[in-house]
């Protein structure tokens, strides 16, 4: 039996659904709320409000648990490369050796650009943020693939989302190798998918290139950390964008740049410039005291959540990501040293304890990245290469959900009633 909720409104009550969940708190299922009440729901930065429903990643913000197809990260993290996570989000399942070998096939296979898409970079400034890059190149990518996309062809979909994953790094290696003047460079077949981005970030034409089998797996674990967490403001974008039947390649990029902002992907970068601000650590206690104080618009970034309210599991993995990959890289980074005491002292801060603000994926992954020469401006980049999984998911199961439509909010409007036209003479 459907359990319900009654509201009362003005001395009229009606009955609320409540559907139930695999796992999560339950919902109401208000989708007839203003047919029957007139009201709509006020609830800004969606703090209450479920979007869809989906069978791809949960989270549990309370307990810091995040699970990809109802598998913990941990595992993932412990037992899976990239792609074999990748395949999992897309298809559900994880993949068996014939299954993973044809999708690292296709994947493989559809990582070059069109040779006419290089042509694209000159049009950016050499001093572009890559941010800005990725935007305009993955939305050109739509004018390439467009006339003949049926979106409600699986099968083309499918490509697709392909298509999207295999050119990502490659479009983010570009941007980078533009950026300082470098020959943009092309794909090897022969590499996994993170050796293949190290590959072209970091190979130069006049000699080879070792990739250290350290920084690889380091930069798979990146990429796993970052490859989907639900209804997200950009996963959000992509979705809403989508629904109106736009190109995908379109929605990508319309994810892309709702990523960029410091609020959200580009937190990682954010989070290097403020260690490198705070410089020692006998400044930290200055830092915190701007954090706390609500008239300075200084925050400590890569800490706090919207649904964590608990330690980020995948800031977990990425503090002990980060001291293996120093450690085996033999570096001895200060800003390790300032981050590790800023947790601590934050963790015992009363702000911060009734608050919940614990440390995020951003917190660590800049001294990562930092230790595998990766420059500040890329860090969001890496991120947008690692989520395009979870978008090009996301935009599959939106297109096959029955209840599906437009997206299309309501407002509170608190502008001017109908006013009578005077013109001033
Ligand atoms: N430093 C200081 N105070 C903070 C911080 C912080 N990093 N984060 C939240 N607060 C305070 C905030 O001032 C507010 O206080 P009050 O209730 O007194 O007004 C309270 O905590 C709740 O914050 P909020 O901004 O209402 O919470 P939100 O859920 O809207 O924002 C957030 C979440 C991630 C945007 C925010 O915590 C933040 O700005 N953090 C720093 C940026 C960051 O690290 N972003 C990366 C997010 S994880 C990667 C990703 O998913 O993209």
Known sequence: MTRKATIT?????????????????????????YQETGMFCYDPGFTSTASCASSITFINGDEGILLYRGYPIEDL???????EVAYLLLYGELPDISQRESFEQSITHHSMLHEQLRTFFQGFRRDAHPMAVMVGVV?????????????????????????????????????????????????????TYAQNFLNMMFAVPSEPYQINPVIARAMDIIFILHADHEQNASTSTVRLAGSSQANPFACISSGIAALWGPAHGGANEAVLTMLKQIGSTKNISEFIERAKNKNDPFRLMGFGH???????????????????????????????????????????????IEKKLYPNVDFYSGIVFKALEIPPSMFTVIFSVARTVGWVAQWNEMMTDPAQKIGRPRQLYVGEKNRNFSKSK
């Not at 993290?77 to 792609?83: A, I, M, N, R, S």
């Open 9 to 33: 409104i003005d001395g009229k009550t009606i009955e609320v659904p409540i559907i139930k969940g695999s796992c999560g708190p339950d919902v109401l299922d208000i989708s007839n709320f």
């Open 77 to 83: 993290v412990e037992k899976c490369d990239f792609l």
């Open 139 to 191: 939305g050109a990518l739509s004018a390439f693939y467009h006339d003949n996309l049926d979106i409600y062809d699986p099968q083309q979909r499918e490509v697709a989302s392909h298509r999207l994953i295999a050119k990502m790094p490659t479009i983010a290696a570009m941007a980078y190798n533009y950026s300082r003047g470098c020959p943009l460079p092309y794909p090897q077949n022969r590499l």
């Open 306 to 352: 919207r649904v964590y309210k608990n330690y980020d599991p995948r800031a977990r993995i990425m503090r002990k990501a980060c001291h293996d990959v120093l450690g085996q890289l033999n570096i001895n980074d200060p800003l390790l040293e300032i981050a590790l005491e800023l947790e601590r002292i934050a963790l015992e801060d009363p702000y911060f």
